[in-house]
């Protein structure tokens, strides 16, 4: 799926870079903490459970589910309404906002708690999108 | 010394001389104009004053300066439309301090003409940049809803339900001559109404007014000399969470809220059966669900039926937005100061639709997308 222009881009730093290098690559990284062993995101180079700096970073399964969104009627650049503005949470435990590609954008096709997996979407040669589609059978 | 409830009071409190659209005056001169308007309340010139709160960075010296006003102490907390909560809070322990005797809190917001409006640019290298701001969110109509389908799926919370809310709110601006939205509406209406961002459609969202408002609170002995009847400050709370609501811990309940109301509640010494009027922030309609059952107003999963019930409407047990809220009164994009006004004229006994025999009011406040809170407790009775 291509991106229409006019999208805010965001812009890595430092304790980010990792993970849209990892987008590009086709990988989603999360972070675990030292401590618990509790995944986390947004990135940050400590834990927000304990404050370790004892972290590492690995990569998710990219299933998720459904938690839940809002679906946009008004014009925005970058976005053709209506488009839904979701929140997934990761089979391992953090949520991340996202849209939903190749599925309705309708609240009888979007089901709360359905099942998702990652599609990377590029944006330009250097960012790629963590969006969501609905899982494949099986 | 721990702060008592009672210790320090409101003497003085206005809004604009004007709400809604107000294309003659600039943001700076809706907080100066609130602001003189509570000192002619409070019978106090701009030299009275040795303390000032408002929202943001640099605030606070454009409008000492503005005012003509010399501080000692000086409050800039700026987390959301709940500000005004944080600043009452923190003024009444800077007085208890000794840090300054007479303190004025303003807000002015042209959010409606937008002139020398303070812009909101989401900076593409913040948490939200990053990883809010690319997936299509265009302000807090498309962000502050994000959790009610999850609410709704977890509570049993039907679109009529959250329709209703703006209907009992319709109801107490029908009463109000300052509301914007005076006409009364039915579920169907809000049901039909245009729709923004599913689940929520234009009725079920807040208003965007200019508009400003103004507090002073000064000690509850110097109280007693002031030309109003001292409005004593019992309890608050404040907190924070996260300014991306894609990352709230619940999305059923707001953790700020859990512990914002419960402190104030705890601080104020009062039963939740002692409140006699309450406000509940509400840019958009889900806010008074969450605020009624994470105060503990009512049990998790029964705000819904509360407010079916009629128990917030006029004559209802517990009197809810009676200002009309900001779904029908005004909304300037900082709507807490405005929740803080109704508070005050219902315990002064002075609201447009006044609840009869007042003596406890609760206010609490919230920050954009659920991100702060902050709640006050008042009343007309010093314990």
Redesign the interface.
Known sequence: MALEPG???????PE?KHFWEGTKNGKLLLQRCGDTGRAY??PRPFSPYTGTRNVEVFEASGRATL????????P?P??KP??A???VELEEGP?????IVDCAQT?EALV?DMPLEVAFTP?DDEIT?ALFRPAKEG | MTIKPGEIAIVGAAESTRIGAVPEMSQIMLHADAALNAMADAGLKPSDIDGVACVGPMMPQQIAHYLGITPKWVDGTGVGGCSFMLHVRHAAAAIHAGYAKTILITHGESGKSRINATPRPPEPQSLNGQFEAPFGPMGPPTLFPIPVLRYMKATGTTHEHLAQVAVVQREWAGKNPRAAFRDPITVADVLNSKMIAYPFRLLQCCLVTDGGGALILTSADRAKDFPQKPVYILGSGESVETTMVSQMQDFTSSRAFRVAGPTAIEMAGIKHSDVDHLMIYDAFAHLPLYGLEDLGFVKRGEAKDFIWEGNTRPGGKLPLNTNGGGLSYTHTGMYGMFALQESVRQVRGIAPAQVPDVKVSLCHGVGGMFSASGTIVMSNQRP
């Open positions: 999208r805010p881009r965001p812009e890595p730093t980010t995101f947004p938690h839940s969104y809002v679906i946009h009627h008004r925005v970058g976005f209506p488009y503005i979701a929140v949520r991340m906002m996202t849209n609240p709360l944006m999108l």
